[in-house]
T-cell receptor, first 117, second 113 residues
Framework: AQKVTQAQTEISVVEKEDVTLDCVYE???????LFWYKQPPSGELVFLIR??????QNEISGRYSWNFQKSTSSFNFTITASQVVDSAVYFC??????????????FGKGITLSVRP | KAGVTQTPRYLIKTRGQQVTLSCSPI?????VSWYQQTPGQGLQFLFE???????NKGNFPGRFSGRQFSNSRSEMNVSTLELGDSALYLC????????????FGSGTRLTVV
């Protein structure tokens, strides 16, 4: 069975602080994909990043960066110099690399990030 | 290009009624998945359709059903509504059944009273 754990439920920071959102996953597949989505109050899930299990390179996109470590089954997300517009719920998700029963997204419970001015 | 369109945006129904939600995927995407989001259970997978065939189904009762048309548009139906069916229903569109990611619609917020 696949599982995603986001142990943090709510994080509150002051603008310009750095913040890291943790994600730990479980899977028996050797090929899999990890995702981060952002959900603003409007409800739509906004895609942030996709990472496959064979690519452990860290990625940076502007103020966002991701740290993927297979050894600890973690895929953490850091926002540098946070802004009020970053306030949202953030979901980590896992998808098998194969078609079949696990060809779906398994989501963590989400982390509510509040950035105060 | 147009994103994923879900209609209606909001819906209020009474217990025992049935409801149909619609999802139009991104042009060219042949895969549509549905998810239910509730405060208690979070985001849960309902089903996936690809080329008009259901390819995968989550752990939901038979009251939840869906279909996909030849133009890739999808509908999901919930019969005999229960209060616990109140949720945000999200549709996700993808190429290659999600191997390269999913694009989500804004959802339909269903309230059962």
């Amino acid at each position: 069975a696949q599982k995603v754990t986001q142990a943090q439920t709510e994080i509150s920071v002051v603008e310009k602080e750095d913040v890291t959102l943790d994600c730990v996953y479980e899977t028996r597949d050797t090929t899999y994909y990890l995702f981060w989505y952002k959900q603003p109050p409007s409800g739509e899930l906004v895609f942030l990043i996709r990472r496959n299990s064979f690519d452990e390179q860290n990625e940076i996109s502007g103020r966002y960066s991701w740290n993927f470590q297979k050894s600890t089954s973690s895929f953490n997300f850091t926002i540098t110099a946070s802004q009020v517009v970053d306030s949202a719920v953030y979901f980590c998700a896992l998808r098998s690399g194969y078609t079949g029963a696990n060809s779906k997204l398994t989501f963590g419970k989400g982390i509510t990030l509040s950035v105060r001015p | 290009k147009a994103g994923v369109t879900q209609t209606p945006r909001y819906l209020i129904k009474t217990r025992g009624q049935q409801v149909t939600l619609s999802c139009s995927p991104i042009s060219g995407h042949r895969s549509v998945s549905w998810y239910q989001q509730t405060p208690g259970q979070g985001l849960q997978f309902l089903f996936e359709y690809f080329s008009e065939t259901q390819r995968n189904k989550g752990n939901f009762p038979g009251r939840f059903s869906g279909r996909q048309f030849s133009n890739s548009r999808s509908e999901m139906n919930v019969s005999t509504l229960e209060l616990g069916d109140s949720a945000l229903y999200l549709c996700a569109s993808s190429l290659h059944r999600g191997l390269y990611g999913y694009t989500f619609g804004s959802g339909t917020r269903l309230t059962v009273v």
